[in-house]
């Protein structure tokens, strides 16, 4: 069974930085896209950004300017460079990939960011 394994959280100040990684612990064939996701305490998960395989970007107005997703498509792995973090920023931060076939996703286990005022 592969599986997603992030890396990179931790606990910062807030204007500073974090660097996310997401790697499959094997090969991910016919790969769609992939994302961020967040789940801050008492809040359902949201989309932080996605990137898809043609390198198309879409992020969340509230992390725009700040946050800048992208993969190694030869690693199946995705980053997620967090700058000028803020509290709010605090979540546990998951990674999707989503497939064109079957099984259609899959979730990392999530990694805390704490952002300290």
């Known amino acids: 069974q592969v599986q997603l394994v992030e890396s990179g959280g931790g606990l910062v100040q807030a204007g500073g930085f974090l660097r996310l990684s997401c790697a499959a612990s094997?090969?991910?064939?016919?790969?769609?896209?992939m994302a961020w996701y967040r789940q801050a305490p008492g809040k359902q998960r949201e989309l932080v950004a996605r990137?898809?395989?043609?390198?198309?970007?879409t992020y969340a107005d509230s992390v725009k300017g700040r946050f800048t997703i992208s993969r190694d498509n030869a690693k199946n792995t995705v980053y997620l460079q967090m700058n000028s973090l803020k509290p709010e920023d605090t979540a546990v931060y998951y990674c999707?990939?989503?497939?064109?076939?079957?099984?259609?996703?899959?979730w990392g286990q999530g990694t805390l960011v704490t952002v300290s005022e």
């Open positions: 999707n990939f989503m497939r064109f076939l079957a099984p259609f996703e899959y």
């Open positions: 094997g090969r991910i064939s016919s790969i769609n896209a």
């Open positions: 990137i898809t395989t043609g390198g198309s970007t």
